[in-house]
């Protein structure tokens, strides 16, 4: 059994940090010692989790920072597609062998990683009391580095290495996202970012709101996720009332730290984009995934439905598919977060086959209605996250009375 985490962990040693670290950046103005600041308070970050752990996102992001200036030198030439696939490979390829193989990768993982502890005592007996073992924040230190490798090869960007390790280990970033891309954390790399009223109030709401998401919110709803390991003792009633709450708590929690991530990062200067935009409310499968987890969405819609597009709006249909089934599969490599894909990738293709055929309705009750079906669309597809397939058609079974 891997040890759980709480997020909050981060945010609760994050946020006292902001108070030497805000006003430090503020008159630090030499870009590279601002660069080391950023690095090493990420690194801090992750060695109160496990030492081990800041090694192995320091170790990744020396990768990407090696890379980087390869696949941007190679960009416009013959071999750069190569090149380019390569180092996505290279980058891409923890997360995926963590996602295949979990329990192998982890032992792994911890066993390298361990080893230059073992030279040193103090350091040793902190490292071995260290109950995480799981590669915390890897997913979204992925998909950031991709997102990099992608844009040095296209020559929108070109960090040097020390700029790259800064992005990379940036504090609010490591653990729970946004996947925000590097010229969101730029600015604040090279030189102070003046905090003015509105930063400083954009930052602290946003501190604000997720505070309350995620302890008054979520808290409130915590106890939803139990259903998933007593549907086939419950009666169906419940087992519906857990889901619909556990719908809510998935968001608020998710989103409430979304938002601790961003406000800390506006106070460091950084421009981190909007993860969610009240998904929620939306009236139509589109809108939802246009306002859900934006950053993830973003980043595939880039590297995956365009270039599959790439001006054949034919295969609009098959690159829906492919990004819906992206999607799933990133939060797990499993028959279940396949069909996940799967079901929003169809519900997708089925909504803008509905919208090309009919008119809209002037009906006052749709404007209620639509969102509330948004919901228990979004809602029913969560336990193919949380079970395997088998326990999944289980509980699916168990919401319209079949018992196993």
């Known amino acids: 059994m891997i040890p759980p985490y709480d997020s909050f962990d981060w945010f609760a040693s994050l946020l006292p940090l902001l108070v030497v670290l805000a006003p430090l950046l503020l008159v630090v103005r030499v870009g590279g010692w601002r660069r080391a600041v950023f690095a090493i308070a990420g690194l801090y970050l992750l060695a109160l989790i496990a030492p081990r752990l800041a090694l192995v996102h320091l170790a990744?992001?020396?990768?990407?920072?090696?890379l980087v200036p390869i696949v941007s030198k190679t960009g416009e030439r013959r071999s750069g597609p190569y090149v380019l696939t390569a180092a996505l490979a290279i980058v891409l390829a923890p997360m995926i062998a963590w996602k295949l193989w979990p329990i192998e990768f982890i032992i792994d993982m911890n066993?390298?990683?361990n080893r230059p502890f073992r030279l040193v005592d103090l350091p040793a007996a902190i490292e071995f009391t260290a109950p995480i073992i799981a590669p915390i924040g890897l997913s979204f230190s992925a998909f950031r580095a991709a997102d990099l490798v992608v844009k040095s090869n296209l020559g929108l960007v070109n960090p040097s290495p020390g700029r790259v390790?800064?992005?990379?280990?940036?504090p609010s970033l490591l653990v729970v996202g946004p996947i925000a891309s590097y010229d969101e954390v730029a600015a604040t790399l090279?030189?102070?970012?003046?905090?003015?009223?509105?930063?400083?109030?954009?930052?602290?709401?946003?501190?604000?709101?997720g505070l309350f998401k995620v302890f008054v919110l979520s808290y409130l709803l915590s106890w939803s996720g139990d259903i998933f390991g007593t549907y086939d003792v419950n009666e169906i009633w419940r087992v519906?009332?857990?889901?619909?709450?556990?719908?809510?708590?998935?968001?608020?929690?998710?989103?409430?730290?979304?938002?601790?991530?961003?406000?800390?990062?506006?106070?460091?200067?950084?421009?981190?984009?909007?993860?969610?935009d009240w998904p929620y409310s939306k009236t139509n499968p589109s809108s939802f995934w246009n306002s859900w987890h934006i950053s993830l969405?973003?980043?595939?819609?880039?590297?995956?439905?365009?270039p599959i597009v790439a001006g054949k709006p034919q295969r609009q249909f098959f690159a829906t598919m492919v990004l819906m089934v992206s999607i799933g599969l990133w939060h797990a490599i499993t028959w279940a977060s396949l069909v996940f894909g799967l079901y929003h990738g169809v519900s997708l293709i089925a909504h803008r086959v509905a919208e090309r055929r009919r008119t809209p309705s002037p009906a006052v009750v749709w404007k209620f209605a639509k969102p509330v079906f948004v919901f228990f669309w979004y809602a029913l597809s969560l336990p193919l996250l949380r079970l395997d397939l088998g326990d999944a058609v289980e509980f699916y079974g168990t919401l319209v009375g079949v018992r196993p």
Request: without cysteine.
């Open 111 to 113: 066993v390298w990683a």
């Open 240 to 276: 519906w009332v857990s889901l619909i709450a556990f719908g809510w708590f998935f968001y608020l929690n998710f989103a409430g730290y979304s938002d601790l991530a961003i406000g800390t990062g506006h106070l460091l200067g950084a421009n981190i984009k909007a993860n969610f």
């Open 165 to 170: 390790l800064a992005y990379g280990l940036f």
């Open 190 to 209: 090279d030189r102070p970012v003046p905090l003015t009223t509105d930063r400083a109030f954009d930052g602290f709401s946003l501190i604000a709101s």
């Open 60 to 66: 990744i992001w020396l990768v990407v920072a090696l």
């Open 297 to 306: 969405t973003r980043f595939l819609r880039a590297n995956v439905f365009t």
